[in-house]
């Protein structure tokens, strides 16, 4: 048990998918998983442990922004022994040629400022996939005949945006996508020797507006969190 997860040694898996909704938690592990047992619960931030083809899983929601899931990912990963961690979330599109429903497969993940800024004062680390997860969760896709991207993203600290030119700039540099937790992911993984991914819906687009209805969001990600699956026991 952690100041922030509530599970007991034992319950949380070496491998964690960790969608930012703790109620998407709830309903992937719920969909997906077998026998799956609710292990934390702190602060409403649901935890479910089970399994999928007979390989021990857990779904963690991390919250939403870069703070919350290094929050998270930290005490999964020192407290609980968490090795493979996989993102799977919600993402806005950036690029003509990426689609809502399409998924994105982040290979590297630019931003402005994450938690872990201040480690590195001058220094502009770049966070990156692992190579493995990535090719697994590439050939996972191609299988299922998902519209799948591969490539940057942007990771944004901020929600509510009021930085147009900055979008202009990540859409003019053939950024996919943006959403607000995976450069932390991905360093913290770093850190520590671990393997990260995200693999990430496009649920709006920012250029032309479009949008899945919330009804319709759990059913479009599908996809996402078997691939995310497959990719990490590949």
């Given at each position: 048990?952690?100041?922030?997860?509530?599970?007991?040694?034992?319950?949380?898996?070496e491998?964690?998918?960790?969608?930012?909704?703790?109620?998407?938690?709830?309903?992937?592990?719920?969909?997906?998983?077998?026998?799956?047992?609710?292990?934390?619960?702190?602060?409403g931030?649901?935890?479910?442990?089970?399994?999928?083809?007979?390989?021990?899983?857990?779904?963690?929601?991390?919250?939403?922004?870069?703070?919350?899931?290094?929050?998270?990912?930290?005490?999964?990963?020192?407290?609980?022994?968490?090795?493979?961690?996989?993102?799977?979330?919600?993402?806005?599109?950036?690029?003509?040629?990426?689609?809502?429903?399409?998924?994105?497969?982040?290979?590297?993940?630019?931003?402005?400022?994450?938690?872990?800024?201040?480690?590195?004062?001058?220094?502009?680390?770049?966070?990156?996939?692992?190579?493995?997860?990535?090719?697994?969760?590439?050939?996972?896709?191609?299988?299922?005949?998902?519209?799948?991207?591969?490539?940057?993203?942007?990771?944004?600290?901020v929600?509510?945006?009021?930085?147009?030119?900055?979008?202009?700039?990540?859409?003019?540099?053939?950024?996919?996508?943006?959403?607000?937790?995976?450069?932390?992911?991905?360093?913290?993984?770093?850190?520590?020797?671990?393997?990260?991914?995200?693999?990430?819906?496009?649920?709006?687009?920012?250029?032309?507006?479009?949008?899945?209805?919330?009804?319709?969001?759990?059913?479009?990600?599908?996809?996402?969190?078997?691939?995310?699956?497959?990719?990490?026991?590949?």
């Amino acid at each position: 048990m952690t100041i922030h997860i509530g599970a007991a040694p034992g319950d949380i898996a070496e491998t964690v998918l960790m969608p930012g909704d703790p109620y998407r938690a709830k309903w992937a592990a719920e969909t997906f998983l077998q026998d799956a047992k609710l292990v934390n619960e702190v602060r409403g931030m649901l935890g479910y442990t089970g399994t999928w083809n007979g390989q021990r899983v857990t779904i963690q929601g991390s919250g939403m922004g870069m703070p919350s899931l290094s929050i998270y990912a930290n005490e999964l990963i020192r407290d609980f022994g968490a090795k493979t961690l996989i993102r799977i979330g919600s993402c806005g599109g950036m690029q003509d040629k990426v689609k809502v429903r399409d998924v994105i497969l982040a290979m590297t993940a630019s931003t402005v400022n994450s938690p872990s800024s201040g480690i590195f004062r001058e220094l502009n680390f770049a966070p990156c996939a692992d190579w493995g997860l990535l090719q697994a969760a590439a050939t996972a896709a191609a299988k299922r005949g998902s519209a799948t991207h591969i490539g940057g993203i942007y990771s944004s600290d901020v929600f509510y945006d009021e930085r147009p030119d900055l979008n202009e700039q990540m859409v003019r540099h053939g950024i996919l996508g943006v959403e607000m937790e995976a450069a932390e992911l991905y360093t913290l993984a770093a850190r520590h020797g671990c393997r990260a991914l995200a693999v990430l819906t496009v649920s709006d687009h920012l250029g032309t507006g479009e949008a899945l209805p919330s009804d319709q969001r759990e059913r479009s990600f599908g996809d996402m969190v078997e691939i995310a699956l497959e990719a990490a026991f590949s």
